[in-house]
């Protein structure tokens, strides 16, 4: 029999209703981000200003994903949610304020050093920028660094309400933070020179991060009435969370230590490589946000709060591990199909207006074919890093998040710095051997992560005939995504869009329903088709 949950309901609630929760809210927040980027595109394009911006953004921006939501997710919902599982409520409360306080007083010194030390991060973490370049960076990173501190306290909002089983808030906060930096884009860009628009832009990501975090605070209240700020840090299930923190700071949190690297190298490649990698990273991060997180996320206090025998819960596992990466397969092997024979047709409707030339669609297309080289693994090995922490693991995925960044670092600067010289290609292609590596070193961390935890539960994984056929289904679209391309007129960006997507969407929804996938069933039904048997 399966392992014991807190409910029935509550096991069998996060494989379709709380995904979709965290799909929405995901969604929303993707599509506002793709929504700011656009109108950073039509003011900024590939400017020195823009590559001022989206360097400074990514230095203040790694504490958030460091200590925010990847490594506090990994390591405080496991505790809490195992307490709630317990009935433990109002001793959950409590570690969760201690934990609170004590995240508060780390961020409050880590923003207060990295306003300080901005010159020498810039030096860092942007080594290819001098001049007017460096200077706007450095303070641009002063200036959103407060603002990183306050996404980092949301996402301890996050956890409390994703082990409450409250998903589409803490997900969908984001959208008001995008909301107040497109705000200032529209109101401010028409005016401002780019220099000066960009500072402006700065402030009101502070301004959104404030936001995002107060609009979360009367639900957790509400889920959390005893939450108090305390300083119980020798209490045990507060130690836990903080032993648990370590790895998974690297562990969880090496899709950004990676995005940093290629930030670096991208820093020494010609102006508005950075921008140009920054408008990429927007649109392949959605179908690994969307598909890979919502189904990771969902998991997580699911998996957490799971009791029984050490065989009940394997069996119990490795069952939800093989329907969620047949989940994550069906939406993002389309995904990946599309950034390399559409890409261009995606950048250019998302991003080509005002300083946003054909150029740039062009290198973002490179950027996107280049990502998806490891976009499946990528979302797969977010599942099983769950699974890991789940299980209370924190270091064994610690161990292969290392091995990746190692991979990266290495393949990331022999692919975008060395290879074009070699083949005779110019420069500004490099930024897509950033992706292209950056998803060789993701296959090798999935490998790795999968074998681990076969070892430790049994088999688990999605049948090779299954992905193959996935794979048909979206050659398939592709093909048919191209040949519309190739036939249509001149028109407007977003209209050609729009006409190609769609035959490309209903050619694979189409094929895949031939195969018989399950996955297009609420498709289908909304369609008022039903599934084929």
């Known amino acids: 029999m399966p392992p014991e949950a807190p409910s029935p309901a509550r096991a069998a609630r996060p494989e379709g209703h709380s995904a979709l929760l965290v799909a929405i809210g995901i969604f929303l927040s993707r599509i506002a981000g793709l929504v700011r980027q656009k109108a950073m595109g039509h003011f900024l394009g590939s400017t020195a200003a823009a590559d001022a911006f989206n360097a400074a953004f990514r230095i203040p921006n790694l504490l958030q994903n460091l200590f925010g939501e ?90 409390i309400l994703n082990s409450h089983r409250k998903f589409l808030l803490s997900y969908t906060a984001p959208v008001l933070w995008n909301a107040a930096m497109i705000g200032a884009l529209l109101t401010y860009g028409p005016s401002q020179a780019p220099v000066t628009l960009v500072s402006t832009l700065a402030v009101a990501s502070v301004v959104g991060s404030l936001l995002q975090f107060v609009i979360q605070i009367p639900s957790v209240l509400r889920s959390a009435p005893n939450v108090r700020p305390g300083f119980r840090f020798r209490d045990p299930d507060v130690l836990a969370v903080v032993r648990n923190f370590g790895p998974a700071f690297i562990g969880r949190g090496v899709m950004q230590i990676s995005s940093s690297i290629d930030s670096i190298i991208a820093s020494l490649l010609p102006i508005g490589s950075v921008a140009v990698f920054g408008y990429a990273q927007t649109l392949y991060t959605l179908p690994v946000s969307l598909f890979g997180m919502a189904v990771s996320a969902a998991e997580l206090p699911a998996m957490s709060s799971a009791t029984g025998t050490d065989a009940e819960i394997a069996a119990w596992l490795r069952a939800r591990i093989g329907g969620g990466l047949q989940r994550i397969a069906f ?87 060395e290879l074009p010289g070699m083949i005779g290609v110019d420069p500004k292609w490099g930024v897509a051997g950033l992706t292209a590596s950056a998803g060789m070193a993701g296959w090798v961390e999935y490998m790795l992560l999968h074998r681990a935890l076969d070892l430790r539960v049994g088999t688990t994984g999605v049948a090779p005939r299954t992905v193959m056929k996935l794979w048909a289904a979206g050659a398939l679209a592709g093909a048919t995504g191209i040949a519309a391309k190739l036939l249509l007129p001149a028109m407007h960006p977003i209209l050609t869009a729009l006409l190609v997507i769609g035959p490309f969407g209903v050619v694979y929804l189409g094929a895949t329903w031939a195969m018989g996938f399950t996955e297009a069933a609420p498709i289908l039904r909304r369609l008022g088709l039903r599934q084929r048997k």
């Open 331 to 417: 939406f993002v092997i389309p995904s990946a199909v599309a950034f390399v024979v559409l890409g261009d047709t995606l950048a250019a409707a998302f991003f080509q207006s005002g300083e946003f030339t054909h150029d740039d669609t062009v290198r973002v297309w490179s950027t996107l074919a280049g990502s998806s080289v490891g976009l499946l693994a990528q979302t797969w090995a977010r599942l099983y890093s769950s699974t890991f922490y789940a299980l209370k693991d924190t270091k064994t995925p610690l161990r292969f998040a290392i091995i990746r960044v190692v991979i990266t670092s290495a393949l990331g600067w022999f692919m975008a710095v």
């Open 70 to 159: 990847g490594a506090l997710s990994a390591s405080f919902i496991p505790v809490y949610a195992g307490m709630l599982a317990k009935g433990q409520n109002r001793d959950a409360d409590r570690v969760a304020g201690a934990v609170g306080t004590l995240l508060a007083l780390v961020c409050a010194v880590i923003v207060a050093v990295g306003v300080y030390a901005a010159p020498s991060l810039v030096w860092l973490l942007a080594p290819g920028f001098d001049g007017e370049r460096a200077t706007l960076t450095i303070h641009l990173v002063q200036i959103l660094f407060p603002g990183a501190g306050l996404l980092v306290i949301s996402a301890w909002c996050l956890g």
